[in-house]
Every structure is written in C-alpha cells, then in structure tokens.
C-alpha cells in the first residue's frame, strides 16, 4: 500500500484505514492500486477538499471500474457535487 504515501496519505491515515477494514479489503487495496489511484485521482481533480475522508469511508466506490466511476460523477454539475460532498461525504452513497 505505499502507494497510498504518493495520493498523499500520511502513516496515520493509512493506518486509520487498515484498521477500519478487514484483510480482504486491504488485499483488494494492494491487488487494485491502479484502479484505486486512478478513481482517487480523478475524484481528487474535482477539488473536493475531504477527499481522504471520502477514500476512507467510502473505500468500496474507488473499486469500481474508472468508466463506471467517471459516469456516476459526470452526471452532476461539478460545483454542485463538490458543495455536496463537502458538506457531508455520505452523499457519495446515493450517487
């Protein structure tokens, strides 16, 4: 998972995370760090500021394949979607 340190994870923030999930979650993280970095990062590019907040309560999203991924997000309006997921990150649950 040291790819996590270049999305800008800190060790306590990695940690935070290996503790939140269970060993096949975390397998996943290091089996898919392509598709994790790749739906990290576009999520990232939308300017949300909780970003790491959202990778680590909604980790099963950035599973997803990055087709699937951008398409659940393009259907909004970008200012929008930020404002939203900003203000509470739970809304990505209902995209």
Not at 38 to 61: A, D
Not at 72 to 79: A, H, S
Not at 87 to 95: A, S, T
Request: positive net charge; charged residues 30%; aromatic residues 16%.
């Amino acid at each position: 998972m040291e790819y996590l340190f270049d999305l800008g994870f800190s060790l306590e923030e990695i940690n935070n995370l290996k503790s939140k999930y269970d060993q096949k979650n975390i397998e996943k993280l290091e089996f898919f760090s392509r598709l994790v970095s790749t739906n990290y990062n576009y999520l990232k590019s939308y300017g949300i500021k909780n970003i790491k907040v959202c990778f680590i309560n909604h980790l099963k999203m950035f599973f997803i394949n990055p087709d699937k991924f951008r398409s659940i997000f393009n259907k909004y309006d970008k200012n929008d979607l930020v404002r939203c997921i900003e203000k509470n990150d739970q809304v990505l649950e209902k995209l």
